[in-house]
């Protein structure tokens, strides 16, 4: 994986060209830059370390530790320290090379690489879109908790509320209590029934009325994203300071706590003891590669958006070493965190680490933890600092999530919104808002379960599997080489480019082949989702896909000549150098 050194190239320009003056009427305006190098770091690790790594990342670790015939949670982990080094951490640095380079978002900067793929771009939009319908309302269930926690005592705490049935079960505390299958936690029925209203809904079919507090609680979130994104990387690169930072600190205190819990021990136990020979499932593999694609973010364009107001010569090949690393290990931090949880419980029950949660996903962050949290000495500080994490991580992730939209579609329509960011930003925001309401219904968990499944789900990996292979076969691994090393003085290694060229590419195109042949029945709170909601999920993961054989199609109609030279025209970069554009805030180069 070393680099290695090369005398300073002679055909690229060691700095970005003067800007060139635009069309007649139009005012080329300059480029923002970040204003300090932690700001950008800070932006990808607040991106990349989200709520996947507190949820998605432990609760497929404990999907896949469930049951007696299903690999053991430390299984996991080894395929997924696989797809990190030869297919997620290749990926991430190629993202940041390719933003830096063309210093432009997902939608032009295809113009330069392989015109024919620009769909791509398209496609990369309306994946951010429906992740936002549903990833927001994931940070309003956690803001609704968050000033729950706010009373004297936490409302998940006892059964002794109007939301509560006869099945609640409170166990904290007490002996000799006995737990069935059809006992309740508090913290469960105050999740299904209190915060989601879920008894209200009949499942897809009718999915009842909105829930105003949770409306009001999304409106906030969205109004904090607005006037963090509406002046560009300038504000969001201030708020990062502390949503990417004030996560880590918690971590650590949940930390101490979970392992100082009785019981603690069958937790970790249960995360790191392998069955090895449960490495033989697909289905492990799968759920590994889906994660650290979901978790580093490669092909979301948020990589291409966020490095593209880099300075030329940062060094980005380091940044994503970084990046990418304190996202893994933010991952196994929060599995311990979790886990040590998970075994106090089964201990506190009398059960198997594996029968502690019903429902893996959102149910381990807002009942796993809300258990826990009501059990520790200060439990309403504990509350309030661990849903104000929450907040902030999902809050990290959303600036990352839009700004990639935003940069993408403002470079490519500058003469439209050249000066009117703050509007842009504004309309994006009232569409994701708008798009956002079913999942605010009282059956909207089961919205967000589809569209978390369909969404972004099989149809980002194969946008990240095109993509690749855009770059690596058409563009050409060795004109990107030079691109690499007109920014860093060095060429990428081997390594890297094995990883490009093949390694990455066959093991994208496994799991994307896995995932359409296996496809287990979706259910969410014992409900069995209808065969046409899976129909309507499919239409949905392929509503971003299509843009991209629709764009080839549209570029090969209108480009003129025989289908030889169309073909040859549309898979020809247009320009092959960074694109001359003037620069606000030199940065000084960062080596």
Not at 106 to 134: D, E, M, N, R, T
Not at 381 to 394: C, E, H, K, Y
Not at 546 to 551: D, E, G, L, R, V
Request: glycine share 8%; aromatic share 14%.
């Amino acid at each position: 994986m070393a680099e290695q050194p090369c005398p300073e190239p002679t055909s690229a320009p060691r700095h970005p060209p003067a800007p060139r003056p635009g069309p007649p009427g139009l005012q080329t305006l300059p480029r923002d830059k970040w204003s300090k190098k932690m700001d950008f770091l800070l932006s990808v690790v607040g991106f990349a370390v989200d709520l996947g790594n507190v949820w998605r990342f432990p609760y497929i670790c404990y999907q896949n530790g469930g049951g007696k015939d299903a690999p053991r949670a430390g299984a996991f982990l080894i395929p997924y320290t696989l797809m990190a080094v030869f297919g997620g951490v290749p990926l991430f640095y190629m993202e940041l090379a390719l933003g830096q380079f063309h210093g432009m978002g997902a939608i032009p900067i295809w113009k330069h690489i392989c015109p024919i793929f620009k769909g791509i771009g398209f496609a990369i939009c309306i994946i951010a879109l429906y992740v936002s319908f549903y990833y927001n309302t994931i940070i309003a269930w956690a803001l609704y908790y968050f000033y729950s926690s706010l009373s004297g005592t936490l409302p998940w705490a006892s059964c002794d509320n109007p939301w509560n049935t006869p099945h609640c079960t409170n166990y904290l505390g007490k002996s000799n209590v006995t737990w069935t299958n059809s006992s309740r936690s508090p913290a469960e029925e105050f999740y299904t029934r209190k915060v989601l209203e879920i008894q209200k809904s009949g499942g897809l079919y009718d999915v009842g009325g909105i829930h105003w507090e949770l409306l009001l609680c999304l409106f906030f979130i969205f109004a904090i994203v607005y006037f963090s994104l509406w002046k560009g990387v300038k504000t969001s690169g201030k708020v990062v300071w502390v949503t990417a930072t004030l996560p880590y600190i918690v971590l650590l205190v949940l930390l101490v706590r979970g392992a100082t819990l009785p019981g603690a021990w069958r937790g970790v136990v249960f995360y790191l003891r392998p069955d090895w020979s449960k490495l033989l499932s697909t289905a492990v593999w799968v759920d590994a590669a889906a994660q650290i694609f979901f978790s580093l973010g490669p092909g979301f364009g948020v990589l291409l958006a966020l490095a593209s107001y880099n300075h030329f010569h940062n060094n980005c090949y380091r940044d994503a070493l970084v990046t990418s690393a304190v996202n893994c290990l933010t991952s196994f931090l929060s599995g311990f965190v979790i886990f040590t949880v998970l075994g106090y419980m089964a201990e506190m029950r009398d059960v198997e680490v594996e029968d502690v949660a019903r429902d893996k996903g959102p149910s381990l962050l807002f009942i796993t933890y809300p258990e826990a949290i009501a059990n520790m000495v200060g439990s309403t500080f504990f509350a309030i600092v661990f849903f104000l994490m929450m907040i902030t991580l999902g809050l990290d992730s959303t600036f990352g999530g839009l700004e990639a939209v935003i940069t993408a579609v403002m470079d490519e329509y500058p003469q439209v919104l050249a000066g009117r960011r703050e509007l842009f930003v504004l309309g994006l925001i009232a569409v994701c808002f708008l798009g956002s309401l079913s999942t605010l219904t009282h059956g909207g968990a089961y919205v967000v379960k589809l569209l978390e499944e369909f969404g972004a789900g099989c149809s980002i990996l194969a946008v990240v599997l095109l993509e690749t292979i855009a770059v690596s076969w058409f563009y050409g691994i060795q004109r990107f080489s030079h691109d690499v090393k007109a920014m860093l003085g060095f060429t990428p290694g081997m390594f890297w480019k094995v990883c490009w060229v093949a390694v990455s590419p066959a093991l994208l195109a496994f799991i994307v082949l896995s995932s359409l042949l296996d496809q287990p029945p979706l259910t969410l709170f014992d409900h069995q989702y209808p065969g046409w909601s899976i129909s309507v999920g499919y239409l949905i993961g392929a509503s971003s896909f299509i843009c991209i054989p629709f764009y080839m199609v549209y570029k090969l109609v209108w480009t003129p000549g025989s289908l030889k030279q169309r073909l040859a025209i549309c898979i020809r970069p247009e320009k092959t150098t960074r694109e001359p554009r003037a620069e606000a805030v030199p940065m000084s180069p960062v080596l």
